[in-house]
């Protein structure tokens, strides 16, 4: 792990980005948590166009089971378009992805119901989702890649952590949209097409996407590997140590990303809270989400990756347990905001650095391939899994608090990852 930095090519004519090249690069991520959110949001919906059954219960299973077709295809999408980046470039893997993330927002945009075409709608539903799992497969590593590379020696980790802040911002976004239609149309009208609207906003921007895209100065050529098997190669047989740290570390990232995410169910299934307050645990989380990203990543420019990152796990291990026993116990808005908004801040704060820490610690020419496959599997297993297992464990044990334990296992494995790697922040990665 140490020759990392240092077997890197040198890049000294690296782009240099403005706000816009930031804006670029995280583009893609913020449509498809846009899209995430939006499908959360209208799953009942979207579960009764697409997947009809006799009990609305088993229509949601379906649908939500589509939904999670997507990080089924998500390694595939990291280990190809991860490679393809550190093969080709990061911008052509960038326009790549964003234009799979179109097709698979069209396909749920346009489609007819169920009850117009049968079973070729739900058919279609899966196939966009699957196609949308692997353009956020590959997305995250050159996307990621690219503003560490081109960002100023200086504020690199800046750069980098408005990839986790551009989480925060679709969440925002979509929760707003979400409770503005349903304030304005019936629900005949959101059942027949008000639930399409926010993947047709998705649908106008991506063209927007795609031009900034475009004209984002082109990366200085990565190392060139004449296969992908070739990257893979040497990405598994040079930096095995690298991959399982980088791995672990952002598995302990995404449960704790997962089990903020839950928080809006668990005020309504399982503390019964009415859902108006329930819902500003989603606004919260994506708020806190984004201010504490952009502050770890400024900190971490200045006193390096890893005490940030090890301040962020300890806390969080400190604090899930008080603010699941706050949240449970008084069960009213100011308990769901200060527990939800504690652990997203805590989350994000480390996380955010992270996504500079792992990229950071593999050399260029493997760089953008290690980040997707450490990102994608961490994503599939443990965040496509978190709140079927948190769930799971308020019903086996018969305790509410039980998340936070989930938690804290998680933050520690995490913990010990971030101790054994190299810091990278004194030095400049090329």
């Known amino acids: 792990m140490q020759e990392a930095i240092a077997g890197s090519a040198a890049r000294e004519d690296a782009p240099r980005l403005g706000a816009k090249g930031v804006a670029a690069a995280v583009v893609g991520n913020v449509l498809e948590f846009f899209d995430f959110t939006s499908y959360s949001f209208f799953a009942v919906m979207i579960g009764r166009a697409f997947f009809p059954a006799e009990s609305e219960i088993t229509s949601l299973l379906l649908s939500l089971s589509a939904f999670g077709a997507g990080f089924v295809t998500r390694p595939l999408g990291g280990i190809v378009i991860g490679a393809y980046a550190d093969r080709v470039g990061r911008k052509p893997a960038m326009l790549l992805t964003i234009v799979l993330m179109a097709v698979g927002m069209l396909i749920i945009a346009v489609t007819p119901s169920y009850a117009v075409i049968g079973p070729a709608a739900p058919a279609l539903v899966v196939f966009a989702r699957l196609v949308q799992g692997f353009a956020l497969g590959g997305e995250v590593g050159p996307a990621t890649t690219y503003l560490l590379e081109a960002a100023p020696a200086d504020k690199k980790a800046s750069y980098a ?8 911002i679709s969440v925002i976004c979509s929760g707003l949209l979400g409770v503005v239609l349903s304030s304005l149309l019936s629900p005949t009208e959101m059942q027949e097409w008000g639930w399409r609207v926010p993947f047709v906003i998705g649908l106008a921007i991506i063209p927007v996407g795609l031009v900034i895209r475009r004209s984002l100065p082109d990366d200085v050529e990565a190392p060139v590997h004449p296969t992908t098997s070739a990257v893979l190669s040497e990405l598994v047989l040079g930096h095995p140590s690298t991959l399982v740290l980088a791995i672990l570390v952002i598995t302990a990232t995404t449960i704790a990303i997962y089990v903020g995410n839950y928080m809006t169910s668990y005020a309504l299934t399982t503390l019964k809270m009415d859902a108006t307050v329930a819902f500003m645990a989603t606004l919260t989380i994506g708020i806190g989400r984004v201010v504490a990203s952009l502050l770890g990543g400024y900190l971490a420019d200045r006193v390096g990756r890893k005490p940030i990152m090890i301040l962020s796990q300890v ?35 480390g996380g955010a650095v992270g996504l500079t820490l792992v990229p950071e610690s593999f050399p260029a020419s493997v760089r953008s391939t290690g980040l997707s496959i450490a990102y994608a599997t961490a994503v599939t297993v443990f965040g496509g899994s ?5 769930t799971w464990l308020i019903v086996a044990t018969g305790n509410p608090l039980s998340p936070a334990w989930y938690l804290i296992a998680s933050s520690l494995v995490g913990i010990g990852a971030i101790v054994w790697m190299n810091e990278t922040g004194k030095r400049r990665v090329t």
Do not use: C, E, R
């Open 161 to 168: 952590s408005w990839q986790l802040a551009s989480q925060g």
């Open 315 to 349: 806390a969080l291990v400190a604090a899930a347990y008080p603010a699941f026993l706050l949240l449970s116990s008084q069960k009213t808005l100011a308990a769901l905001v200060i527990a939800s908004g504690t652990l997203s801040v805590l989350t994000s704060f």
């Open 386 to 390: 978190a709140q079927v297992i948190v």
